[in-house]
C-alpha cells in the first residue's frame, strides 16, 4: 500500500498544533526530524507520527527479550517528548526506511601500527568522510603525527607536522553534506606532543581549520606544572620511553597561550586527559581494543577507536510535581522507573543499530564500484559493527536541568541547587547501572564483562558505596552495558521539548526578536531602523518555562510589558541571576565536578561569560575544573563569536560610553602587504570559476575573481583551497597583486599579478566591490550591492553571479536577506545558512 504523504504546510500547521504555537519548535521539527525522501516527499504529519514509528520500532526489538514492552507503553514514555527524548540520528533514523544511515551520534576513529605514515593519514581522512555521510559526527586524535622538522623517508625528508592535516581533515568536513548541513568534527592532540602549540594556535588564523572544533589533551603533570610556574617536558612519541623527539618547554607560558585563545576564540576546549583515562570504565579493556583515544565533536562521549554511542535525553522537568509553586516536589519514584527504561531503550537501540549497519554493508556489497574502491568502506563499518555489538556502549543523559531547579524555587550555582542536581545524577547513575544488571540477567552480558578488571576504577567503586547489593549484583551477573551515561548538548532537542538545553541554566528568560513592518501601518511600533532604511519591531520572547511560571504567579503572559516592567518580573522569579552569563561561574564549573562523579563518559557544558571578564578569569575556571574533576571544559566569552539574540537588558550611559572605548576601529586604511587568503571555487553554466578571496581578522577584504584554466585565466591545483595574496611593487612603482599557496610537497608557488590575470572588464568592479569591503560594509549588504548592479555585459552579469557565490560563505548563519523574496513562496524570510539562502516560511533552500 502506497504510504500517504504530507506537504511542507501540512505538516507544518500539524505540527505547529501540536508544540501550542511555537513557530521555531515545528520548523525545526519539520526540517530536521520529519520522514522524508531523496524526492523531498513527507511521511510524517506531526510529532506523534514519529513517536509511534520509534515506538513500534523498539516495541519489534523488545519483543526479542522476556518482559517486553509494548508499542504503547513505549510511546506513553514518548509522547510531547515528556519523558524520553532519542536525541538527533536515532529520532531521525529510527524506522526510517528511505535512508541508509546510522543511528549513531558520534565516531571515534584511530589506526594503531605506523599510523604516522601517508597511507594511514589519508585512510583517516577516507574513513571520516565516510562516516560524516551517514550521518555521524567523528573524532580522532592527532597525537600520533610526526613533529614539524622530523625526518621521513621520502622527497620531503622532513614531515610537515599537524597543522597542514589539521587543514586537510577540516576540509575534509566542511565538503561532506548531511541532509543540508556539514558533518561536524573533533581533533585532539596531546599537550606532551612537540607540535602541541601550533595545534593550539592553529584556529587563531579564521578562515583555517574551520571544519572542525579543537581541544588539547592536559595530563596532570603539565597541569601541575603550569600552576606552579615548573618546566614541563614534550617528546615523540608521546608515550615513548625512548623518543626519537624530546624538549623542555615553560608549561606556564603554555598554558596562558591556551587561556588566551580560550579567552579570544572559544578554543580550544580542554580535555583532561589523565581524569578522562583514571575514571573512564571502558578503559578498564584498554588492551581489548576499548582504550580511550578522542572524543565526539561535544567532548561529552570519549570513545576508543571505531566505536560508537547513541544518545537520549530523559526530560528532568517532568518529574516536578507542582512546579514554581511551594509545594513542588521531585517524583523520585517514577523518575527512577524511567531511568531504567531509558537504559532498556538505549539497549534496543543499539540492536536497531546493528540492523542499519547491516543494511549499510549491504548496500555497500550492491554498489557497483570494484572491491578496491569500496573495499575500505566495508572495512571501516565491520569495524564499527564488531566494537559496537561487543561493548554495547550507551548514551544515557538528561536535558532541562536548569528548568528543573526554577520548577523546585532553587537557583542554578547555589549551594542548595548544586547538591539537588548532584542526588538527582547520582540517582541516574544507580538506576542506569541496575538497569543494565536486570537485563544482563535477561539478555546476557557484554561479551568482555570481567568484575576484576573493573575492581579499582574509582566510577565503579563509587556506585559500590553507594549501593554495596547492587555491586554484588553487578559482579555476580555482569551487566549489559560497558558504559552508559553521558550529559550531552540538547539544542533542537531543548527546542522539542521547550526546555533549557542540557545541564545549562536558561540562556534568557526574556529576550527580543526582531519582526520587519511597514512604519505606514496601523498600531505599528518602529523600535529599530536598519543602515537601508528598513523599520524593525522588536517583540519579547519569553522562555517557555518562564512563562508557565508567569501563569502559576498570575502575570499575564499577553500584555505588552515595559523594559521596567520585565526586569521586575524576572527578579521575582526562580530565573533571577540564574542565566548563562550571570551565574556565579565558578559554582557552575564546582557543579559540573560534582556532577562528573556520576557520569560515567563526559559531560558537554560551556561556560558563558560577558564580554568584558579578564584573561584571569578564563585561567581561575580552567584550573577549578582541573581541580574539581571535570573531563573537559569550554568557555565562551560574548562577543568571541557573533552571537543570536538580542538582550532585553538596557546599557546604561557609562556602559555605553566604555564600549565605545574599548570597541577597535573596524576600518584598516592601509592595506597589510600579506593578507591570508581563502580560494573559492564554483561553475557559472558549465564554466569553472575561482575566486581569491583575501582576509583581514577573519572577514572578506578584497576579492579577485574569474575564468579558472582557460587560456587568459588561471592554472591552480585542485588541491589548493588557500594561501596568502601578498601586495608588491615593481621598480617603476606599479603595484600588483601575487597569490602565494604551498603545494603538496611543502614549496611555495606563486602565481603573479592576479589583477592582470582575469579579464580587464572585471578589474574596476572587483575594485568597486573590494573598496566597500574594506570599509566594513555589512557582507549580505555587498552581497546585495553586487546582485543591483546594472550590467549590460553578460560576462560581467556572469563575473557577478560569481562574487555573489563566494561572499555568500562569509555571511553568518542566521542573517537575515533583507528585501531578497523566496522564489517559492514569495516572502520575505530568507536567512543565510552555510551560504545557502534559506526560506523560514516554506524551507526551500537556494544555493546558487
Given at each position: 500500500m502506497e504510504k500517504k504523504t504530507y506537504s511542507y504546510d501540512e505538516a507544518y500547521n500539524a505540527s505547529l498544533e501540536y508544540f501550542k504555537g511555537d513557530e521555531l519548535a515545528a520548523r525545526v521539527w519539520v526540517n530536521k526530524y520529519a520522514v522524508k525522501d531523496s524526492f523531498g516527499n513527507i511521511y510524517e504529519k506531526s510529532p506523534e507520527d514519529m513517536h509511534w514509528r520509534i515506538a513500534n520500532e523498539v516495541a519489534r526489538v523488545e519483543a526479542k527479550y522476556p518482559n517486553a514492552l509494548s508499542s504503547q507503553e513505549l510511546f506513553d514514555l514518548l509522547d510531547h517528548f515528556k519523558y524520553i527524548v532519542p536525541q538527533g540520528s536515532p529520532m531521525t533514523g529510527i524506522g526510517n526506511d528511505y535512508q541508509i544511515a546510522s543511528l549513531s551520534n558520534c565516531f571515534v576513529i584511530g589506526l594503531d601500527g605506523s599510523a604516522d605514515s601517508y597511507g594511514a593519514i589519508i585512510r583517516i581522512d577516507e574513513e571520516q568522510v565516510q562516516l560524516m555521510k551517514r550521518r555521524g559526527g567523528v573524532g580522532h586524535d592527532l597525537s600520533h603525527i610526526r613533529p614539524k622538522g622530523s625526518p621521513v623517508k621520502n622527497s620531503a625528508l622532513t614531515s610537515t607536522g599537524l597543522v597542514p592535516f589539521m587543514e586537510r581533515y577540516s576540509n575534509s568536513t566542511r565538503e561532506v553534506a548531511q541532509d543540508g548541513r556539514r558533518g561536524a568534527l573533533m581533533l585532539s592532540v596531546s599537550i606532551k606532543h612537540p607540535d602541541s602549540e601550533s595545534f593550539i594556535d592553529a584556529k587563531m588564523t579564521e578562515g583555517k581549520v574551520t571544519g572542525a572544533n579543537v581541544s588539547v589533551k592536559l595530563d596532570d603533570e603539565f597541569m601541575q606544572a603550569a600552576v606552579e610556574g615548573k618546566p614541563y617536558t614534550q617528546q615523540y612519541p608521546i608515550d615513548s620511553p625512548n623518543p626519537m623527539v624530546s624538549k623542555e618547554i615553560d608549561a606556564s607560558a603554555l598554558w596562558k597561550k591556551i587561556v588566551h585563545n580560550a579567552w579570544k576564540s572559544a578554543e580550544p576546549g580542554v580535555l583532561f586527559w589523565d581524569t578522562i583515562i583514571r575514571e573512564s570504565v571502558p578503559d578498564c579493556y584498554a588492551d581489548l581494543g576499548f582504550r580511550t583515544v578522542s572524543t565526539n565533536p561535544c567532548g561529552e562521549i570519549p570513545l576508543c577507536p571505531y566505536d560508537s554511542c547513541r544518545l537520549l535525553a530523559i526530560n528532568l522537568y517532568s518529574y516536578v510535581v507542582n512546579p514554581f509553586t511551594p509545594e513542588a516536589y521531585f517524583d523520585f519514584d517514577l523518575f527512577k522507573k524511567h531511568v531504567a527504561l531509558a537504559q532498556r531503550i538505549m539497549d534496543d537501540i543499539i540492536d536497531l543499530e546493528l540492523e542499519k549497519i547491516e543494511r549499510i554493508l549491504e548496500k555497500i556489497d550492491s554498489d557497483p564500484e570494484s572491491m578496491e574502491v569500496k573495499g575500505s568502506e566495508r572495512h571501516l563499518w565491520e569495524k564499527i559493527y564488531h566494537k559496537s555489538g561487543l561493548g554495547r556502549r550507551t548514551g544515557v543523559g538528561i536535558t532541562a536541568e536548569g528548568d528543573m531547579l526554577a520548577a523546585m524555587g532553587l537557583r542554578y550555582g547555589t549551594e542548595e541547587a548544586t547538591e539537588f542536581s548532584e542526588k538527582v545524577h547520582k540517582t541516574i547513575a544507580l538506576e542506569a547501572y541496575r538497569s543494565s544488571v536486570n537485563m544482563a540477567k535477561e539478555r546476557g552480558a557484554f561479551e568482555i564483562y570481567d568484575a576484576e578488571r573493573e575492581k579499582n576504577n574509582p566510577f565503579i567503586n563509587r556506585l559500590k558505596e553507594a549501593d554495596p547489593e547492587l555491586y554484588e549484583e553487578m559482579k555476580k551477573y555482569g551487566r549489559r552495558n560497558i558504559a552508559c551515561l553521558t550529559i550531552a548538548p540538547t539544542g533542537t532537542t531543548s527546542l522539542m521539548t521547550q526546555t533549557t538545553s542540557g545541564i545549562e541554566p536558561v540562556f534568557m528568560p526574556v529576550y527580543k526578536r526582531?519582526?520587519?513592518?511597514?512604519?505606514?501601518?496601523?498600531?505599528?511600533?518602529?523600535?529599530?531602523?536598519?543602515?537601508?532604511?528598513?523599520?524593525?519591531?522588536?517583540?519579547?520572547?519569553?522562555?517557555?518555562?518562564?512563562?508557565?511560571?508567569?501563569?502559576?504567579?498570575?502575570?499575564?503572559?499577553?500584555?505588552?510589558?515595559?523594559?521596567?516592567?520585565?526586569?521586575?518580573?524576572?527578579?521575582?522569579?526562580?530565573?533571577?541571576?540564574?542565566?548563562?552569563?550571570?551565574?556565579?561561574?565558578?559554582?557552575?564549573?564546582?557543579?559540573?565536578?560534582?556532577?562528573?562523579?556520576?557520569?560515567?563518559?563526559?559531560?558537554?557544558?560551556?561556560?558563558?561569560?560577558?564580554?568584558?571578564?579578564?584573561?584571569?578569569?578564563?585561567?581561575?575556571?580552567?584550573?577549578?575544573?582541573?581541580?574539581?574533576?571535570?573531563?573537559?571544559?569550554?568557555?565562551?566569552?560574548?562577543?568571541?563569536?557573533?552571537?543570536?539574540?538580542?538582550?532585553?537588558?538596557?546599557?546604561?550611559?557609562?556602559?555605553?560610553?566604555?564600549?565605545?572605548?574599548?570597541?577597535?576601529?573596524?576600518?584598516?586604511?592601509?592595506?597589510?602587504?600579506?593578507?591570508?587568503?581563502?580560494?573559492?571555487?564554483?561553475?557559472?553554466?558549465?564554466?569553472?570559476?575561482?575566486?581569491?578571496?583575501?582576509?583581514?581578522?577573519?572577514?572578506?577584504?578584497?576579492?579577485?575573481?574569474?575564468?579558472?584554466?582557460?587560456?587568459?585565466?588561471?592554472?591552480?591545483?585542485?588541491?589548493?583551497?588557500?594561501?596568502?595574496?601578498?601586495?608588491?611593487y615593481d621598480e617603476d612603482g606599479t603595484k600588483h597583486y601575487d597569490f602565494q599557496f604551498e603545494n603538496k610537497r611543502g614549496y611555495k608557488m606563486t602565481i603573479e599579478g592576479l589583477s592582470e590575470k582575469f579579464n580587464k572588464e572585471y578589474w574596476n568592479y572587483a575594485k568597486l566591490i573590494s573598496g566597500v569591503l574594506r570599509w566594513r560594509m555589512p557582507i549580505e549588504q555587498v552581497i546585495k550591492l553586487v546582485g543591483s548592479l546594472q550590467l549590460d555585459s553578460e560576462n560581467i552579469n556572469t563575473w557577478k553571479n560569481g562574487v555573489e557565490r563566494a561572499l555568500k560563505k562569509y555571511v553568518q548563519d542566521g542573517t537575515e536577506a533583507k528585501g531578497v523574496k523566496c522564489p517559492n513562496c514569495g516572502h520575505e524570510t530568507l536567512v543565510y545558512q552555510e551560504g545557502c539562502l534559506i526560506c523560514k516560511t516554506c524551507g526551500s533552500s537556494r544555493c546558487g
Amino acid at each position: 500500500m502506497e504510504k500517504k504523504t504530507y506537504s511542507y504546510d501540512e505538516a507544518y500547521n500539524a505540527s505547529l498544533e501540536y508544540f501550542k504555537g511555537d513557530e521555531l519548535a515545528a520548523r525545526v521539527w519539520v526540517n530536521k526530524y520529519a520522514v522524508k525522501d531523496s524526492f523531498g516527499n513527507i511521511y510524517e504529519k506531526s510529532p506523534e507520527d514519529m513517536h509511534w514509528r520509534i515506538a513500534n520500532e523498539v516495541a519489534r526489538v523488545e519483543a526479542k527479550y522476556p518482559n517486553a514492552l509494548s508499542s504503547q507503553e513505549l510511546f506513553d514514555l514518548l509522547d510531547h517528548f515528556k519523558y524520553i527524548v532519542p536525541q538527533g540520528s536515532p529520532m531521525t533514523g529510527i524506522g526510517n526506511d528511505y535512508q541508509i544511515a546510522s543511528l549513531s551520534n558520534c565516531f571515534v576513529i584511530g589506526l594503531d601500527g605506523s599510523a604516522d605514515s601517508y597511507g594511514a593519514i589519508i585512510r583517516i581522512d577516507e574513513e571520516q568522510v565516510q562516516l560524516m555521510k551517514r550521518r555521524g559526527g567523528v573524532g580522532h586524535d592527532l597525537s600520533h603525527i610526526r613533529p614539524k622538522g622530523s625526518p621521513v623517508k621520502n622527497s620531503a625528508l622532513t614531515s610537515t607536522g599537524l597543522v597542514p592535516f589539521m587543514e586537510r581533515y577540516s576540509n575534509s568536513t566542511r565538503e561532506v553534506a548531511q541532509d543540508g548541513r556539514r558533518g561536524a568534527l573533533m581533533l585532539s592532540v596531546s599537550i606532551k606532543h612537540p607540535d602541541s602549540e601550533s595545534f593550539i594556535d592553529a584556529k587563531m588564523t579564521e578562515g583555517k581549520v574551520t571544519g572542525a572544533n579543537v581541544s588539547v589533551k592536559l595530563d596532570d603533570e603539565f597541569m601541575q606544572a603550569a600552576v606552579e610556574g615548573k618546566p614541563y617536558t614534550q617528546q615523540y612519541p608521546i608515550d615513548s620511553p625512548n623518543p626519537m623527539v624530546s624538549k623542555e618547554i615553560d608549561a606556564s607560558a603554555l598554558w596562558k597561550k591556551i587561556v588566551h585563545n580560550a579567552w579570544k576564540s572559544a578554543e580550544p576546549g580542554v580535555l583532561f586527559w589523565d581524569t578522562i583515562i583514571r575514571e573512564s570504565v571502558p578503559d578498564c579493556y584498554a588492551d581489548l581494543g576499548f582504550r580511550t583515544v578522542s572524543t565526539n565533536p561535544c567532548g561529552e562521549i570519549p570513545l576508543c577507536p571505531y566505536d560508537s554511542c547513541r544518545l537520549l535525553a530523559i526530560n528532568l522537568y517532568s518529574y516536578v510535581v507542582n512546579p514554581f509553586t511551594p509545594e513542588a516536589y521531585f517524583d523520585f519514584d517514577l523518575f527512577k522507573k524511567h531511568v531504567a527504561l531509558a537504559q532498556r531503550i538505549m539497549d534496543d537501540i543499539i540492536d536497531l543499530e546493528l540492523e542499519k549497519i547491516e543494511r549499510i554493508l549491504e548496500k555497500i556489497d550492491s554498489d557497483p564500484e570494484s572491491m578496491e574502491v569500496k573495499g575500505s568502506e566495508r572495512h571501516l563499518w565491520e569495524k564499527i559493527y564488531h566494537k559496537s555489538g561487543l561493548g554495547r556502549r550507551t548514551g544515557v543523559g538528561i536535558t532541562a536541568e536548569g528548568d528543573m531547579l526554577a520548577a523546585m524555587g532553587l537557583r542554578y550555582g547555589t549551594e542548595e541547587a548544586t547538591e539537588f542536581s548532584e542526588k538527582v545524577h547520582k540517582t541516574i547513575a544507580l538506576e542506569a547501572y541496575r538497569s543494565s544488571v536486570n537485563m544482563a540477567k535477561e539478555r546476557g552480558a557484554f561479551e568482555i564483562y570481567d568484575a576484576e578488571r573493573e575492581k579499582n576504577n574509582p566510577f565503579i567503586n563509587r556506585l559500590k558505596e553507594a549501593d554495596p547489593e547492587l555491586y554484588e549484583e553487578m559482579k555476580k551477573y555482569g551487566r549489559r552495558n560497558i558504559a552508559c551515561l553521558t550529559i550531552a548538548p540538547t539544542g533542537t532537542t531543548s527546542l522539542m521539548t521547550q526546555t533549557t538545553s542540557g545541564i545549562e541554566p536558561v540562556f534568557m528568560p526574556v529576550y527580543k526578536r526582531r519582526r520587519k513592518v511597514n512604519p505606514n501601518d496601523a498600531n505599528v511600533h518602529v523600535d529599530f531602523v536598519d543602515e537601508t532604511g528598513d523599520a524593525f519591531e522588536e517583540y519579547v520572547v519569553f522562555h517557555h518555562k518562564f512563562l508557565t511560571w508567569m501563569k502559576i504567579n498570575g502575570y499575564d503572559p499577553d500584555k505588552r510589558y515595559t523594559q521596567e516592567e520585565i526586569d521586575e518580573l524576572v527578579a521575582k522569579s526562580p530565573y533571577y541571576r540564574a542565566t548563562s552569563n550571570d551565574v556565579d561561574w565558578l559554582m557552575k564549573v564546582k557543579m559540573q565536578g560534582r556532577i562528573q562523579k556520576w557520569v560515567d563518559h563526559s559531560i558537554s557544558v560551556t561556560i558563558n561569560l560577558p564580554n568584558n571578564v579578564s584573561e584571569d578569569l578564563v585561567n581561575q575556571l580552567y584550573v577549578e575544573a582541573w581541580r574539581s574533576g571535570c573531563k573537559g571544559c569550554t568557555v565562551y566569552r560574548d562577543g568571541s563569536r557573533a552571537g543570536v539574540l538580542i538582550s532585553t537588558k538596557k546599557k546604561d550611559k557609562k556602559e555605553e560610553e566604555e564600549e565605545c572605548r574599548c570597541k577597535p576601529p573596524q576600518v584598516v586604511e592601509v592595506r597589510p602587504k600579506v593578507l591570508e587568503a581563502d580560494v573559492v571555487r564554483f561553475q557559472n553554466n558549465k564554466e569553472k570559476w575561482v575566486a581569491f578571496v583575501g582576509l583581514l581578522d577573519g572577514r572578506p577584504y578584497e576579492i579577485f575573481t574569474g575564468l579558472q584554466d582557460d587560456e587568459e585565466g588561471i592554472v591552480l591545483p585542485k588541491s589548493v583551497t588557500s594561501g596568502r595574496i601578498i601586495k608588491s611593487y615593481d621598480e617603476d612603482g606599479t603595484k600588483h597583486y601575487d597569490f602565494q599557496f604551498e603545494n603538496k610537497r611543502g614549496y611555495k608557488m606563486t602565481i603573479e599579478g592576479l589583477s592582470e590575470k582575469f579579464n580587464k572588464e572585471y578589474w574596476n568592479y572587483a575594485k568597486l566591490i573590494s573598496g566597500v569591503l574594506r570599509w566594513r560594509m555589512p557582507i549580505e549588504q555587498v552581497i546585495k550591492l553586487v546582485g543591483s548592479l546594472q550590467l549590460d555585459s553578460e560576462n560581467i552579469n556572469t563575473w557577478k553571479n560569481g562574487v555573489e557565490r563566494a561572499l555568500k560563505k562569509y555571511v553568518q548563519d542566521g542573517t537575515e536577506a533583507k528585501g531578497v523574496k523566496c522564489p517559492n513562496c514569495g516572502h520575505e524570510t530568507l536567512v543565510y545558512q552555510e551560504g545557502c539562502l534559506i526560506c523560514k516560511t516554506c524551507g526551500s533552500s537556494r544555493c546558487g
